[in-house]
T-cell receptor
Framework: AQKITQTQPGMFVQEKEAVTLDCTYD???????LFWYKQPSSGEMIFLIY??????QNATEGRYSLNFQKARKSANLVISASQLGDSAMYFC???????????FGAGTTVTVRA | DVKVTQSSRYLVKRTGEKVFLECVQD?????MFWYRQDPGLGLRLIYF???????EKGDIPEGYSVSREKKERFSLILESASTNQTSMYLC??????????????FGPGTRLTVL
């Protein structure tokens, strides 16, 4: 069964607007971590933000925030004030408490228009 | 800053060749990982290592092997390359053991084409 689902293959957003990238996950482990990575056309995966399953508050890192809805098992990434440099593929990933590995979604391509 | 480097950005090999992909990290991380990335499938784990000379199979280990003789270096080996191994290969490393907050840091990737 798919552990991470990203339903939006591609999105367009106007510069300076906010964009929300959807991510739902599936786990029965009460202890898990959720990650978002950015992959520009250069190929390198860049870590953006982390949310732990026990964290009371939604994570924020600069223009990135994570809308964590535990009961719905969703961890959407919000990018505020989009910039042209935000054009990239974005991956949602999860680690379950007792596991080394990350499970990744299929990714969402974001294109920011001037 | 964490630095993960991979030996080649682009590689073209022929079917049946033995292929070595090298990954080096400079942050004394215990854990190292090899992923394969294909369109629409995200990243899939091939192998990982949590210590020198230790290795564990990931989700898609068939056709691959790995070697970790030194802590900073993790090699992915395609014993006999096939066209279905044409893909982007990403190496990652991380520091903490079995911690859900442990962040993996990635190298730039190697785009392998097998003809």
């Amino acid at each position: 069964a798919q552990k991470i689902t990203q339903t939006q293959p591609g999105m367009f957003v106007q510069e300076k607007e906010a964009v929300t990238l959807d991510c739902t996950y599936d786990t029965s482990d009460p202890s898990y971590g959720l990650f978002w990575y950015k992959q520009p056309s250069s190929g390198e995966m860049i870590f953006l933000i982390y949310q732990g399953s026990y964290d009371q508050q939604n994570a924020t890192e600069g223009r990135y925030s994570l809308n964590f809805q535990k009961a719905r098992k969703s961890a959407n990434l919000v990018i505020s004030a989009s910039q042209l440099g935000d054009s990239a593929m974005y991956f949602c990933a999860m680690r379950e408490g007792g596991d080394y590995k990350l499970s990744f979604g299929a990714g969402t391509t974001v294109t920011v228009r001037a | 800053d964490v630095k993960v480097t991979q030996s080649s950005r682009y590689l073209v090999k022929r079917t049946g060749e033995k292929v070595f992909l090298e990954c080096v990290q400079d942050m004394d991380h215990e854990n190292m990982f090899w992923y394969r990335q294909d369109p629409g499938l995200g990243l899939r784990l091939i192998y990982f290592s949590y210590d020198v000379k230790m290795k564990e199979k990931g989700d898609i280990p068939e056709g691959y092997s790995v070697s970790r003789e030194k802590k900073e270096r993790f090699s992915l080996i395609l014993e006999s390359a096939s066209t279905n191994q044409t893909s982007m290969y990403l190496c990652a490393s991380s520091f903490l053991k079995l911690d859900r907050a442990d962040t993996q840091y990635f190298g730039p990737g190697t785009r392998l084409t097998v003809l």
